[in-house]
């Protein structure tokens, strides 16, 4: 829990692909520091149940960990669609939570799947891939990942964190979510944006600054990196996690 030092307990939840592992070289520098840490895995991840889970699945799992653990006084924050997730564990969790921080985060409109947040492109690739599959799952290949995903990355970084992922359940990012009470909640929020985040393309439907203005006014956060920073620069998404979580 924070405490009076500055010290952060950081609640980190991951995005597609990803489980709480992911966040294991951001969280070794956060220690360093003298933060706690906290980095559940969503439910789903690739396992043979995948295709009955549900967005609201997704949410529990984190809301339940929080309480679980006794955790309060938290900077609760979300990578890509873990954003969407963070948010509306937010209801359940406001009285826990000292500031949401967002990195890359795929927000959907009140009402909208998280599939609606992407470009309409991208959309009708992950329907298609999804369909195509044995459990209703996407999964990126590996030469989208290597340059979309994670171009700053030396090859080895790279192909280490592929090696990693799981399959993505499709039920979670295609569920229509209500956030009429997040939307009444006033919590002080951060964004981190990984400059060289090329996930998608830049302009029109880029991360930055579309998903910057759904979230705006709130604390910016840049540093150089990937969408995958959590890989290729953990040191430096650390320093700019306590940046973007400090008072």
């Not at 997730?85 to 406001?94: D, F, G, H, T, Y």
Request: charge should be negative.
């Amino acid at each position: 829990m924070a405490s009076d030092n500055g010290k952060i307990t950081f609640v980190l939840v991951h995005g597609s692909w990803h489980d709480g592992n992911s966040w294991r070289f951001v969280e070794k520098h956060l220690h360093a520091a003298g933060h706690a840490t906290f980095a559940p895995s969503l439910p789903g991840r690739g396992d043979s149940a995948s295709a009955s889970i549900t967005f609201q699945d997704c949410v529990d799992s984190v809301v339940d960990a929080v309480k679980a653990a006794g955790l309060s006084d938290i900077v609760l924050v979300g990578h890509s669609a873990g954003g969407s997730v963070v948010r509306k564990a937010a209801e359940s969790l406001a009285q826990r939570i000292k500031r949401l921080v967002y990195i890359s985060p795929l927000l959907a409109g009140n009402g909208e799947p998280v599939l609606a947040a992407v470009p309409p492109d991208y959309g009708a690739l992950f329907k298609e891939m999804a369909a195509q599959s044995a459990d209703n799952t996407v999964f990126p290949p590996w030469p989208v990942w290597r340059d979309g995903f994670i171009g700053d990355a030396d090859e080895a970084t790279a192909k280490a964190a592929f090696d990693e992922l799981c399959p993505e359940p499709f039920g979670p990012i295609i569920e229509p979510i209500d956030l009429t009470a997040f939307e009444a909640l006033q919590i002080p929020t951060s964004y981190i944006n990984p400059t060289e985040d090329v996930v998608f393309p830049i302009g029109e439907w880029g991360f930055f600054p579309r998903m910057y203005h759904k979230v705006a006014p709130c604390r910016l956060v840049q540093i150089p990196g990937s969408h995958e920073v959590m890989y290729s620069a953990p040191e430096a998404l650390a320093k700019a996690l306590v940046v973007a979580g400090r008072d």
